[in-house]
């Protein structure tokens, strides 16, 4: 039998510190495997491309917490499990955290629930969600990300179209009773290409059942 006996694994570096897994301390995260997801972020730059789809109209003089660092700090917390913004005024101060998030500083506190939840309601007043985004931009970097998976170009891309209901238990806006579902829901618009979504669209939802797919555009092809 082989006998595996490596103490550290050592990941990508986060500035001048070294970024390493080892199995000889007493405190340990159960979260280090996101580690391995920022390596992949690494290779195709999702965080950052993500990023270049929304704009900051905040004061830059008067900006804490960057835009990108808030960004990878919620995604890779909803990987890891805590789709909660309560939980980050715990994790705001966890160090592994602060690395997955490109803070420089580990030693000083992430965003809060309270910054997150801008982040998330953007749009809606322009005094306090001065962040936004483009919807073309995100739709088009999901077409980029699934035609860059390909080495080579693939003869036919079959795409699937699926409603999907998301039950609702309180008054949330544009909320509306499906009859098939039996219940109050959101019912976005999710295509895939295999396994891969191309694109998630929530506008006229409550009109979908009825006209299937038209309203989706499609943008891409294959090809060079």
């Not at 109209?57 to 499990?81: D, F, T």
């Not at 080579?152 to 699926?162: A, C, F, G, K, S």
């Not at 998301?166 to 959101?186: A, K, N």
Request: proline content about 4%; aromatic content about 10%.
């Amino acid at each position: 039998m082989t006998e595996f006996n490596q103490e550290s694994f050592a990941f990508t570096a986060h500035f001048s510190r070294r970024v390493e897994a080892v199995f000889t301390v007493g405190q340990v995260s159960t979260d280090g495997g996101a580690l391995l997801l920022r390596e992949v972020d690494r290779k195709i730059n999702l965080l950052g491309r993500l990023a270049d789809c929304f704009s900051d109209g905040r004061s830059p003089l008067l900006v804490k917490h960057q835009l990108p660092e808030m960004l990878a700090q919620r995604i890779y917390g909803l990987a890891l499990g805590y789709e909660d913004l309560n939980d980050h005024e715990q994790l705001r101060n966890d160090p592994l955290l602060a690395v997955l998030s490109g803070k420089r500083e580990v030693d000083e506190p992430l965003a809060g629930k309270s910054t997150l939840n801008r982040l998330e309601l953007v749009g809606r007043t322009g005094r306090y969600h001065k962040i936004s985004y483009s919807a073309e931009s995100l739709d088009r970097l999901l077409g980029d990300l699934f035609l860059e998976s390909y080495t080579t170009q693939p003869e036919q891309i079959v795409l699937d179209l699926d409603a999907t209901d998301i039950p609702l238990y309180g008054h949330q806006p544009e909320r509306f009773f499906h009859g098939y579902y039996d219940s109050y829901c959101y019912l976005p618009l999710y295509i895939f290409a295999g396994d891969q979504l191309l694109c998630a669209s929530a506008g006229g939802q409550q009109r979908r059942g009825r006209r299937g797919g038209r309203g989706s555009k499609s943008h891409r092809r294959p090809g060079p």
